[in-house]
C-alpha cells in the first residue's frame, strides 16, 4: 500500500524565484491538504483540496496557490520567494467523508526548502 | 494567544519512567483532537486519536476535558524509542484543516 509521496525532497532557491512542490496522496484517498512547518514549530495549514478545488485555506498569501489532478495528486507553488518561506513543506492525505476518516490525516515525508 | 498551546518541554526521563503531556485548546467548536509523533526531521505520524471518554493503546492513554478544552497524553514505562516530539494537533472547527501545537520534545534516557 503506496503511502504520501512528495517530490522533491530537497531544494534550494533563490528570493524571489518561483517553486512547485508535488505530492501523491495514499492509494484510496481523495482529499490532500499543505502544511508548511518552520524549524522549531509545528506544522502550520496552508491550504486543502478536494475535487480539484480549494476548500479551505489557512493565514497564508495569495504568493502561495495550488492545484489537484484527476488522479488526486496535487501541487503547491510558491511565487517570489522569501527569505521566511524556508521550511519544511508537508503534504497530508485524507478521505473525505465521515468527521474520523477526514480528520486523520496522513503525512509524506516532506520537501525541506531552503530560500537564500 | 495560540489556538494550541502546550508545555514548553523538552522532557528528559529516564527508561521505565512515567511522562504527561499536556496540552489546551481555544477553539470551543473543536470535533477531533489527535496526539501526533514526529521523530527528528522526518514527518508527524498519528500516534492516536482522542475520544471524550479516554482512550488507551498499549503504554499510551489520551483524556479529553472538554469543559476545560484540555488534552493530556501519558506515556507509561518510558522506552529509548520513545525520544521524539509530541504534538498536540486539533481540528479548527469548521472543515477538516487541522491546528497543531509547537510541540512538546521527550528524550528517555537508560
Known amino acids: 500500500d503506496a503511502g504520501v509521496t512528495q517530490s522533491p525532497t530537497h531544494l534550494i532557491k533563490t528570493r524571489g524565484q518561483q517553486v512547485t512542490l508535488r505530492c501523491s496522496p495514499k492509494s484510496g484517498h481523495d482529499t490532500v491538504s499543505w502544511y508548511q512547518q518552520a524549524l522549531g514549530q509545528g506544522p502550520q495549514f496552508i491550504f486543502q483540496?478536494?475535487?480539484?478545488?480549494?476548500?479551505q485555506r489557512g493565514n497564508f498569501p495569495d504568493r502561495f496557490s495550488g492545484h489537484q489532478f484527476p488522479n488526486y495528486s496535487s501541487e503547491l507553488n510558491v511565487n517570489a520567494l522569501l527569505l521566511g518561506d524556508s521550511a519544511l513543506y508537508l503534504c497530508a492525505s485524507s478521505l473525505w467523508g465521515s468527521p474520523t476518516e477526514s480528520y486523520e490525516q496522513y503525512f509524506g515525508p516532506g520537501t525541506r526548502l531552503t530560500v537564500t | 494567544r495560540k489556538e494550541v498551546e502546550q508545555d514548553p518541554g523538552p522532557f528528559n526521563v529516564p527508561e521505565g519512567a512515567t511522562v504527561a503531556f499536556n496540552c489546551t485548546y481555544s477553539n470551543s467548536a473543536s470535533q477531533s483532537f489527535f496526539w501526533y509523533r514526529q521523530d527528528c526531521r522526518k514527518e508527524p505520524k498519528l500516534l492516536m486519536s482522542?475520544?471524550?471518554s479516554g482512550n488507551e493503546d498499549g503504554r499510551f492513554t489520551a483524556q479529553l476535558n472538554r469543559a476545560s478544552q484540555y488534552i493530556s497524553l501519558l506515556i507509561r514505562d518510558s522506552k529509548l524509542s520513545d525520544s521524539a516530539t509530541y504534538l498536540c494537533v486539533v481540528n479548527m472547527g469548521s472543515g477538516y484543516a487541522l491546528n497543531f501545537g509547537k510541540g512538546t520534545s521527550l528524550l528517555v534516557t537508560p
Open positions: 483540496y478536494y475535487e480539484e478545488e480549494e476548500r
Open positions: 482522542v475520544y471524550s
